[in-house]
């Protein structure tokens, strides 16, 4: 589908420029530029506007409230998914074989299964992830012109789920403050979006951690407790991290939240004490806190995980404190849990069918690399270049980059061995219709055909009662909506791919 649109007023869009990036600035929409990371020779750090749509694109509002709707089933299933280890290790341990990263992983877990875990209640901060789809899109031919043909196709596309992510899940805050944003230039009249919906993606966040931390039962009851919250060095993204902080510490008591590196700094500064409770010492303090709950915002890369980085994962999930979320839960974000859970039959070990009825439509058709029926005909479909074109084959890893599309899978396939192909899924692509979008990042500024990416966030707090899980609190709150030019593969927005946006209904 080509598009041809009017392109808009160069000189209104200079205006609504100038306030947006007053907005990003005040506002704190930015990211970090740590100090030693620039040529720069400056005393202090520099910040950059985080990347955003000028104008709010268009979503259909049917969609919209549909990915809502399922959430909470998606938060059920993916809890019953982690409290179920017999069924994730049939998973996980063949492909522990060949990927080194996931069977770290599972070593973690297996040694605190066998040291028996001390904490039954588990928290998780998860995000579902979707694109529209349409079938009978084509890439070239059908000029679409008037804003009612783009309407027409947005509103005939399907949802489909992109991926499901339980780890680190990113993004909430500039989610947050890009909706507000947007909402207030609507109001003043400055771009002419509207229906633009309102977005609690921070505060649901907050209110989930608070909950976690009053749930804990503290050891040592004249001890304070404080929430520990897992980093990487270097991290340019501390203004999605920061206000979760500081609005925690708003609170009446106060709840204290402190920002530890992973994984040196857990081991220095953390101890178990006698009854597995957490105890942390901060470098500025001369106290110690024993740790209610650990929110991991760290610990998703691999090269996270050397000896130290196992030995410290190891220390956190064999606590006292409440995880947020647990290694198992991390585990369940693995791409092959997503594509296995796509089989037939499948949801219903873990929903009953009326529930995974409504979920299944959002599957995309994914398949494994391996030695199965399946994954030899997935093998096949890799061999052709023609048929691969409609393909994206993923890694188990997180963030943007690591995907291989269409016509260059079976070049990177014959690069590796036939064991490293176990590693990946090959997943059909979704064909989003287009859209009309205007975007600025301080790599460049874009205006012409996007797609949009749309996540539904979802918190939880659950006990594990022998094999089943007790949901305690199960809630669809905020969500993120990244866009990109439509030529554009990935969507990572910190890694300069999309945007973040917010979604004008219709």
């Not at 410290?312 to 198992?328: D, H, N, V």
């Amino acid at each position: 589908m080509n598009m041809e649109v009017p392109i808009v007023d160069e000189d209104h869009v200079e205006m609504v420029l100038s306030e947006l990036e007053d907005y990003q600035i005040s506002h704190g929409s930015l990211l970090k530029i740590p100090r030693g990371l620039v040529d720069l020779e400056s005393p202090v750090a520099l910040a950059r506007p985080v990347g955003v749509s000028v104008i709010p694109t268009m979503f259909p509002q049917a969609q919209f409230e549909q990915a809502q709707n399922i959430q909470r089933l998606f938060n059920e299933l993916y809890i019953k998914v982690a409290e179920d280890d017999a069924w994730l290790g049939t998973i996980i341990r063949p492909l522990a074989h060949v990927d080194e990263f996931i069977a770290k992983l599972w070593l973690i877990w297996e040694r605190v299964r066998d040291e028996g875990e001390t904490q039954k209640l588990r928290s998780g901060i998860f995000r579902s992830d979707y694109m529209l789809h349409c079938d009978n899109i084509e890439q070239s031919g059908v000029k679409t012109t008037l804003d009612e043909d783009i309407r027409t196709n947005l509103i005939s596309s399907r949802l489909k789920q992109v991926e499901f992510n339980t780890y680190s899940c990113a993004g909430g805050t500039h989610a947050t403050l890009v909706a507000n944003m947007h909402r207030y230039l609507s109001r003043k009249g400055i771009h002419g979006a509207t229906h633009l919906p309102t977005n609690n993606a921070l505060g649901s966040t907050v209110e989930l951690l608070a909950g976690a931390h009053k749930a804990y039962i503290p050891v040592g009851q004249v001890r304070q407790t404080a929430i520990l919250m897992t980093v990487q060095p270097n991290n340019v993204n501390v203004c999605d991290e920061r206000p979760i902080e500081y609005a925690l510490s708003e609170y009446d008591p106060p709840i204290i939240l402190y920002r530890v590196e992973f994984s040196d700094q857990v081991l220095r500064s953390c101890i178990l004490g006698p009854k597995r409770e957490l105890l942390f010492r901060p470098p500025s303090a001369t106290r110690t806190f024993e740790i209610s709950v650990v929110y991991q915002r760290a610990g998703y890369d691999s090269h996270e995980y050397d000896e130290q980085g196992i030995d410290a994962r190891i220390m956190l999930e064999k606590s006292r404190a409440i995880k947020c979320p647990t290694i198992l839960s991390h585990i369940t974000g693995l791409k092959k849990v997503q594509q296995e859970l796509t089989r037939p039959g499948t949801l219903e070990r873990f929903l009953d069918p009326e529930s995974a009825a409504m979920l299944r439509p959002t599957f995309a058709p994914q398949y494994p690399i391996d030695e199965s029926e399946d994954g030899q005909n997935a093998l096949r479909i890799t061999l052709d270049r023609e048929a691969a074109e409609n393909y994206v084959l993923k890694p188990s890893l997180e963030g943007g980059g690591h995907n291989i599309f269409g016509r260059d899978i079976p070049d990177f396939l014959e690069t590796i061995s036939p064991q490293d192909k176990n590693k990946y899924i090959l997943m059909e692509k979704i064909h989003s219709p287009k859209a009309y979008g205007v975007l600025v990042s301080p790599a460049t500024s874009f205006q012409g055909p996007v797609v949009s990416e749309l996540g539904i966030l979802g918190t939880c707090l659950w006990r594990r009662d022998g094999l089943n899980a007790e949901i305690i609190k199960n809630s669809q709150c905020g969500w993120t909506f990244k866009t990109k030019p439509h030529d554009v593969e990935e969507m990572s927005v910190v890694k300069g791919y999309g945007c973040f946006d917010c979604p004008s209904l219709f």
